[in-house]
C-alpha cells in the first residue's frame, strides 16, 4: 500500500506495456472481436474496476474498446454470473470458505447503507486537499511501481477534484466510498457491491463464514475437526455478538460512514472486512507494546478505528492518495485526527516519507501490503521499522506472486531474513484470512 511515490509521477510500466499492446491492435495487426450482444458497458465497467480506472483516466477510449482488444481474451466478466445450487456457486471460490460446509441455514442478507451526507463534509474535504497539496509539495521525486501504482494514476475525477480545490466534489465522491472504485483493493468496493447487490444471500453466506472465524479465533465457538464428529456441518448465524465484544474487549461497531455494506448486527451494518481489522486489534492489545503505535499502509483507516484509545498514539504513513480516503472516514468517525502540515492530534495521517522523521514507536504494524512493494522499498521499510520501534507486527501473504513484469512479490520472513537485525517471536496462521500469515519480530540487541 505504502511505497515511494508520488501522486503525478511519471508511468509506470503496467501503463506503458497496456498502451503498446494498445497501440499494436489498433494498427491492425489483429481484428478486434464483436461484442456480444448482451454486453452491457455499465456492467463491464462496475465488474472490473482496473478497466474503470483506465477509462476515465483516458488510456483506453471506452469498455467496449478493452474487451474487444484485451477482455475478451483474458476472459473478463461483461455479465452478471448465474447462482448455482453449490456454495458460492460461480459468484465467490470456495476459498472463501472456512469449511465445505453442507449447506448455508437461514441467515439475515447483505444490507446496504445509504451515504451519510453531514454538514462537517464540506470542511472535511477542505482540510483533506489542503492535506494533499501540502503532501505534493514536500514529495521527493520518486517514481512509482509495483500493484499500486495504477492508483495514483488513475481516478481522474479524484485528482481533478484535488488539484482544483473542488472540495462539494471530493466530498460527493467520499460519502459512498465503500460502493465505489475508489475502495478498490483496501476495502470490498463497487465490483463485489454489485456481486453481492445480484446474490445477497452467497455474500451473507460469506459474511457468516468470517464471523465464524472471529468466534473460532476468540475460543467463543469450538473449531471443527475433520478427524472427530459433523466437520461440514451447516453453516448458520452466530448468536454470540455479547461473547465476541467482551473476547474482543471493545465494541464490534462499525461507523456509516462511506456507505458500507454487510449484515446488521448489533445497531450497525457491519462489513465483512471489519472482522479482520477487529482481531488484529485485540492481538495487537494482547501484545501491550507501549502508547505509540505507527501503521505502515493503512488501507481505508479499519484498524486505527479499532484500536483508537485516548491512552495511545497512532501514525499512519501511506500513499498521498490513500491519506485522503484515511482522513475522510477517521474524521467522519469522530476520531482526533491531524492531516499532513496540521498540528499533531492522537490520531495522525502522513505520507510514507515521514517514516525517515527522528521519531521512535512502541511498535509498527503492516498488513497486506510489504509483499506488494517493489523490492528495494520493500527492503527499505523492513530496514527502517527495526530503526523506529523495537516491534514489528506483519499480517501479509507469502505467495511471491506476479507483481509487475519487473518483479514478483515479495515475502515478509525473506526480507527480514535479509535484513539480519531480527529475531522471530511468533509466527502463526492468520484466523481470519486463509493463505495469510502473522508474525511478531523484535529488534536484536
Same mark, same amino acid.
Given at each position: 500500500?505504502?511505497?515511494?511515490?508520488?501522486?503525478?509521477?511519471?508511468?509506470?510500466?503496467?501503463?506503458? #506495456?497496456?498502451?503498446?499492446?494498445?497501440?499494436?491492435?489498433?494498427?491492425?495487426?489483429?481484428?478486434?472481436?464483436? *461484442?456480444?450482444?448482451?454486453?452491457?458497458?455499465?456492467?463491464?465497467?462496475?465488474?472490473?474496476?482496473?478497466?474503470?480506472?483506465?477509462?476515465?483516466?483516458?488510456?483506453?477510449?471506452?469498455?467496449?474498446?478493452?474487451?474487444?482488444?484485451?477482455?475478451?481474451?483474458?476472459?473478463?466478466?461483461?455479465? *452478471?454470473?448465474?447462482?448455482?445450487?453449490?456454495?458460492?456457486?460461480?459468484?465467490?471460490?470456495?476459498?472463501?470458505?472456512?469449511?465445505?460446509?453442507?449447506?448455508? #441455514?437461514?441467515?439475515?442478507?447483505?444490507?446496504?447503507?445509504?451515504?451519510?451526507?453531514?454538514?462537517?463534509?464540506?470542511?472535511?474535504?477542505?482540510?483533506?486537499?489542503?492535506?494533499?497539496?501540502?503532501?505534493?509539495?514536500?514529495?521527493?521525486?520518486?517514481?512509482?511501481?509495483?500493484?499500486?501504482?495504477?492508483?495514483?494514476?488513475?481516478?481522474?475525477?479524484?485528482?481533478?477534484?484535488?488539484?482544483?480545490?473542488?472540495?462539494?466534489? *471530493?466530498?460527493?465522491?467520499?460519502?459512498?466510498?465503500?460502493?465505489?472504485?475508489?475502495?478498490?483493493?483496501?476495502?470490498?468496493?463497487?465490483?463485489?457491491?454489485?456481486?453481492?447487490?445480484?446474490?445477497?444471500?452467497?455474500?451473507?453466506?460469506?459474511?457468516?463464514?468470517?464471523?465464524?472465524?472471529?468466534?473460532?479465533?476468540?475460543?467463543?465457538?469450538?473449531?471443527?475437526?475433520?478427524?472427530?464428529?459433523?466437520?461440514?456441518?451447516?453453516?448458520?448465524?452466530? +448468536?454470540?455478538?455479547?461473547?465476541?465484544?467482551?473476547?474482543?474487549?471493545?465494541?464490534?461497531?462499525?461507523?456509516?460512514?462511506?456507505?458500507?455494506?454487510?449484515?446488521?448486527?448489533? #445497531?450497525?451494518?457491519?462489513?465483512?472486512?471489519?472482522?479482520?481489522?477487529?482481531?488484529?486489534?485485540?492481538?495487537?492489545?494482547? *501484545?501491550?507494546?507501549?502508547?505509540?503505535?505507527?501503521?505502515?499502509?493503512?488501507?481505508?483507516?479499519?484498524?486505527?478505528?479499532?484500536?483508537?484509545?485516548?491512552?495511545?498514539?497512532?501514525?499512519?504513513?501511506?500513499?498521498?492518495? +490513500?491519506?485522503?480516503?484515511?482522513?475522510?472516514?477517521?474524521?467522519?468517525?469522530?476520531?482526533?485526527?491531524?492531516?499532513?502540515?496540521?498540528?499533531?492530534?492522537?490520531?495522525?495521517?502522513?505520507?510514507?516519507?515521514?517514516?525517515?522523521?527522528?521519531?521512535?514507536?512502541?511498535?509498527?504494524?503492516?498488513?497486506?501490503?510489504?509483499?506488494?512493494?517493489?523490492?528495494?522499498?520493500?527492503?527499505?521499510?523492513?530496514?527502517?521499522?527495526?530503526?523506529?520501534?523495537?516491534?514489528?507486527?506483519?499480517?501479509?501473504?507469502?505467495?511471491?506472486?506476479?507483481?509487475?513484469?519487473?518483479?514478483?512479490? #515479495?515475502?515478509?520472513?525473506?526480507?527480514?531474513?535479509?535484513?539480519?537485525?531480527?529475531?522471530?517471536?511468533?509466527?502463526?496462521?492468520?484466523?481470519?484470512?486463509?493463505?495469510?500469515?502473522?508474525?511478531?519480530?523484535?529488534?536484536?540487541?
Amino acid at each position: 500500500m505504502s511505497k515511494p511515490s508520488q501522486d503525478d509521477g511519471p508511468v509506470d510500466r503496467m501503463r506503458i #506495456g497496456l498502451r503498446r499492446r494498445l497501440d499494436g491492435l489498433l494498427r491492425g495487426r489483429r481484428r478486434s472481436a464483436a *461484442l456480444p450482444v448482451d454486453f452491457d458497458a455499465d456492467l463491464y465497467l462496475d465488474l472490473n474496476a482496473d478497466v474503470a480506472m483506465a477509462v476515465e483516466a483516458g488510456h483506453i477510449a471506452s469498455a467496449a474498446e478493452h474487451w474487444r482488444h484485451f477482455g475478451r481474451r483474458e476472459r473478463r466478466a461483461y455479465r *452478471l454470473p448465474i447462482p448455482t445450487a453449490a456454495l458460492g456457486g460461480d459468484i465467490v471460490g470456495a476459498g472463501t470458505f472456512r469449511y465445505p460446509y453442507r449447506a448455508v #441455514g437461514s441467515l439475515p442478507r447483505i444490507e446496504f447503507a445509504e451515504p451519510a451526507i453531514g454538514g462537517e463534509d464540506g470542511a472535511i474535504a477542505r482540510r483533506l486537499i489542503a492535506a494533499w497539496r501540502h503532501s505534493a509539495a514536500a514529495a521527493p521525486n520518486a517514481v512509482e511501481e509495483g500493484m499500486w501504482a495504477a492508483r495514483t494514476q488513475g481516478f481522474s475525477a479524484f485528482h481533478r477534484a484535488l488539484h482544483g480545490g473542488d472540495a462539494p466534489a *471530493l466530498a460527493a465522491m467520499l460519502v459512498d466510498l465503500f460502493q465505489s472504485h475508489l475502495a478498490h483493493g483496501i476495502a470490498m468496493g463497487r465490483t463485489t457491491a454489485t456481486l453481492a447487490r445480484h446474490a445477497p444471500d452467497t455474500f451473507a453466506a460469506g459474511w457468516h463464514d468470517r464471523l465464524l472465524r472471529l468466534a473460532e479465533a476468540l475460543a467463543v465457538e469450538p473449531v471443527r475437526c475433520p478427524e472427530q464428529g459433523d466437520y461440514a456441518r451447516p453453516l448458520e448465524s452466530i +448468536t454470540g455478538l455479547e461473547r465476541i465484544e467482551a473476547a474482543l474487549g471493545f465494541p464490534l461497531t462499525f461507523p456509516n460512514v462511506g456507505a458500507p455494506y454487510g449484515v446488521r448486527l448489533g #445497531g450497525s451494518i457491519l462489513p465483512e472486512h471489519a472482522f479482520s481489522h477487529a482481531y488484529a486489534a485485540r492481538r495487537i492489545r494482547d *501484545l501491550r507494546p507501549g502508547p505509540r503505535l505507527a501503521e505502515i499502509g493503512g488501507g481505508f483507516g479499519g484498524l486505527a478505528w479499532y484500536l483508537h484509545d485516548a491512552a495511545q498514539s497512532y501514525t499512519i504513513l501511506d500513499l498521498p492518495f +490513500t491519506n485522503v480516503i484515511q482522513g475522510w472516514f477517521l474524521l467522519k468517525a469522530g476520531l482526533p485526527v491531524s492531516l499532513s502540515g496540521e498540528a499533531d492530534a492522537r490520531i495522525r495521517i502522513l505520507p510514507w516519507w515521514e517514516i525517515h522523521r527522528d521519531e521512535r514507536y512502541d511498535l509498527v504494524i503492516n498488513q497486506d501490503s510489504i509483499p506488494e512493494m517493489p523490492p528495494d522499498t520493500a527492503e527499505m521499510y523492513v530496514g527502517r521499522i527495526r530503526e523506529i520501534a523495537p516491534l514489528f507486527y506483519s499480517i501479509n501473504q507469502e505467495a511471491a506472486a506476479v507483481n509487475t513484469d519487473a518483479f514478483r512479490q #515479495g515475502v515478509v520472513p525473506d526480507l527480514v531474513a535479509r535484513d539480519g537485525g531480527y529475531r522471530r517471536l511468533s509466527r502463526n496462521l492468520f484466523w481470519l484470512r486463509d493463505g495469510y500469515v502473522e508474525e511478531v519480530y523484535a529488534r536484536r540487541g
